[in-house]
């Protein structure tokens, strides 16, 4: 029998991505797979941020989108991070999701997004 398949997607941003990191790292423990989508600004950061003892990478897949924003951009500018993310996001996140269940792996059966996100 095929794993439940749960897609988590936090707004980008501390406060936000670490309970969702939480809640799939228990969703982990408990047998779901689990993938755990960022922006790729903020993806970076979490991969820097793991201790190199840490297995989160082992039990949660790891995926980065982009934000839609330039590496220069302020990411601090809520307004515009918001703006892009609701421009770019959607497209992205589709993409990832026709990918992954077109893939050999499991479906996704559950997504988990920040009400924030949309």
């Known amino acids: 029998m095929r794993k439940p398949h749960v897609l988590l997607m936090p707004y980008p941003a501390q ?10 790292l228990n969703l982990a423990k408990h047998g779901f797979k689990v993938t755990f989508v ?17 297995n989160v990478q ?5 995926v980065s989108l982009p934000d839609g924003l330039e590496s220069s951009d302020n990411r601090s500018e809520i307004r ?6 609701l421009d770019v996001i959607p497209g992205e ?12 792996s499991e479906k996704i059966s559950c997504l988990i997004a920040d009400a924030t996100m949309g």
């Open 15 to 24: 406060g936000h991505v670490i309970p969702l990191m939480e809640l799939a």
């Open 38 to 54: 960022n922006t790729e600004f903020i993806h970076e950061r979490v991969i820097n941020a793991l201790p190199g003892t840490d």
């Open 58 to 62: 082992e039990v949660v897949q790891m």
């Open 80 to 85: 515009k991070l918001s703006e892009s993310i």
């Open 93 to 104: 996140l589709n993409a990832l999701i026709e990918r992954i269940n077109g893939s050999k």
